[in-house]
């Protein structure tokens, strides 16, 4: 079984600054998708941001970006440039193809002004 | 741009009646998906249907549970008799079966409420 790992409950960081969320992952495919959900206050599902197991780079969407270490299975965070609008809940998830999604614990982010 | 909804956005019941969740997936996804987050909890998978049955499901999708796609746009979610413990936040889900095969389109979820 795919276990997801969030070890950072709450997090914060002032606004303007950066901040990274860590995540695990436990799977023995060599073929998956992770990805990071953001879940504001409405508790509305929104995609941050994916990352294809079989790509080398990591992703990036404007100011979201991946560290992907395939062999340490792990799968961070990185928002640059806080904003007072990133303030959510942010959800880690692992796939395999076409599959169910497994989701960390989450981290609770607050922007701070 | 297609969106995922779902009906109602907030369900109250009395514990063991019977409640039906309502999704209407986006138009052409073929892979479709149930999760549920207790308040304050991690999204937890419940159920996975592709071609008009069950691919996979979780230990959570008990005998009380039940999915179905009654007819070309929705994809319902019932709860037979349901407990205190079932309140949570239900969210639907699809995917395409083409290319990009590997992202599920949440929909807005629904809070169902178990008195």
């Not at chain 1, 495919?29 to 509305?44: A, G, H, I, T, V």
Request: proline share 5%.
């Amino acid at each position: 079984a795919q276990t997801v790992t969030q070890s950072q409950p709450e997090m914060s960081v002032q606004e303007a600054e950066t901040v990274t969320l860590s995540c695990t992952y436990d799977t023995s495919e060599s073929n998956y998708y992770l990805f990071w959900y953001k879940q504001p206050p409405s508790r509305q599902m929104i995609l941050v941001i994916r990352q294809e197991a079989y790509k080398q780079q990591n992703a990036t969407e404007n100011r979201f970006s991946v560290n992907f270490q395939k062999a340490a299975k792990s799968f961070s965070l990185k928002i640059s440039d806080s904003q007072l609008g990133d303030t959510a809940m942010y959800f880690c998830a692992f796939m395999k193809q076409n599959n169910d999604m497994r989701f960390g614990a989450g981290t609770r982010l607050t922007v701070k002004p | 741009e297609p969106e995922v909804t779902q009906t109602p956005s907030h369900q109250v019941t009395q514990m063991g009646q019977e409640v039906i969740l309502r999704c209407v997936p986006i138009s052409n996804h073929l892979y479709f998906y149930w999760y549920r987050q207790i308040l304050g909890q991690k999204v937890e998978f419940l159920v996975s249907f592709y071609n008009n049955e069950i691919s996979e499901k979780s230990e959570i999708f008990d005998d009380q549970f039940s999915v179905e796609r009654p007819d070309g746009s929705n994809f319902t979610l019932k709860i037979r008799s349901t407990k205190l413990e079932d309140s949570a936040m239900y969210f639907c889900a699809s995917s395409e079966v083409g290319p990009p095969v590997y992202e599920q389109f949440f929909g807005p979820g629904t809070r169902l409420t178990v008195l």
